[in-house]
């Protein structure tokens, strides 16, 4: 399961990492409003305070919890539940890549939190296939860590290294994935369904991992272990597809990655992804994607 969700996350395109860090006090209200193709993950260090999300959803919030808006829904971050209809303004500071946002409007109610934002490829399967909202409390031993790291960055000011804080943040991210779909593997469809299934596993995760090999029903039996009947059937019941159209989704994304990581020519990505020539490979490309691989490349991640 961990290789294929990091994978998955690589296939994604995922860029950004944290780039707020928060400091409320006193009674305070904070606004964040919905981004297309955007996660944002809040990470509280100290304290507590409530989440509201758009749905009338409210969760307290204390040391340890990260939650992960897969689609950046329009939330509330507050000092109690019943939220104050009127935002508080913070006080920014700059440091580097990092936004640093205070309020201070009395005493008590204290919360210290890193928000992340990252974005991604909006066809990926890893982010089409999670909960809009996940809860999560990982351990002082997995989190402790990487928090140190990241107050050891922003404290360095005009020494911050983005790139640090970035690959800090993408290695919190790929933590939390890890832990949610072992805690709650109910919560998830399509592909993380389908790698949690003992009859799709080993299979679903070779395609992952060799798309461009030549896929057929035969060979995808003989690793399952089932019968044609059994894999056409598990795979529309888990994945919503059939077989093949798996093998063509994970192939055109990872092209879509390679577009954006490498200086290959478009032949030669079709060619190197499985797909037979550059013409069936553009038709396919722009099906799903809705433009040309060139422009794709061009234009970057909307």
Request: glycine share 6%; net charge neutral.
């Amino acid at each position: 399961m961990i290789g294929n969700i990091d994978k998955l996350v690589q296939l994604a395109q995922i860029r950004g990492g944290v780039n707020v860090q928060c400091h409320f006090q006193g009674e305070w209200t904070v606004q964040h409003h919905d981004h297309a193709n955007q996660a944002v993950v809040h990470i509280v260090t100290e304290g507590c305070g409530w989440l509201k999300l758009e749905n009338g959803e409210s969760r307290q919030l204390q040391k340890g919890d990260i939650v992960l808006l897969s689609r950046s829904a329009a939330h509330q971050l507050s000092s109690s539940k019943d939220v104050n209809p009127f935002p508080s303004s913070p006080d920014i500071e700059q440091k580097g890549g990092i936004q640093i946002r205070k309020i201070f409007n009395g005493q008590g109610n204290e919360l210290k939190l890193f928000c992340a934002h990252f974005y991604y490829e909006p066809h990926s399967d890893l982010f089409m296939n999670l909960p809009d909202c996940i809860y999560i409390h990982l351990s002082d031993q997995i989190l402790q860590p990487i928090l140190n790291l990241l107050h050891q960055e922003v404290d360095k000011a005009e020494q911050i290294s983005q790139l640090a804080i970035d690959s800090l943040s993408n290695v919190l991210l790929i933590h939390l994935l890890r832990h949610y779909l072992i805690q709650k593997p109910e919560a998830v469809s399509g592909i993380l369904k389908s790698i949690q299934d003992h009859r799709l596993s080993t299979l679903v995760s070779q395609i992952i991992s060799c798309p461009e090999q030549d896929w057929t029903i035969e060979k995808m039996v003989e690793i399952s272990h089932i019968s044609r009947a059994q894999l056409m059937r598990i795979f529309k019941q888990k994945i919503g597809i059939t077989p093949h159209a798996f093998v063509h989704n994970i192939r055109l994304q990872l092209a879509a990655m390679m577009l954006k990581n490498s200086s290959s020519s478009v032949l030669t990505i079709a060619l190197s992804c499985g797909f037979l020539s550059e013409t069936h490979f553009s038709k396919a490309f722009k099906n799903l994607y809705g433009t040309t691989p060139s422009r794709y490349r061009r234009n970057g991640i909307d």
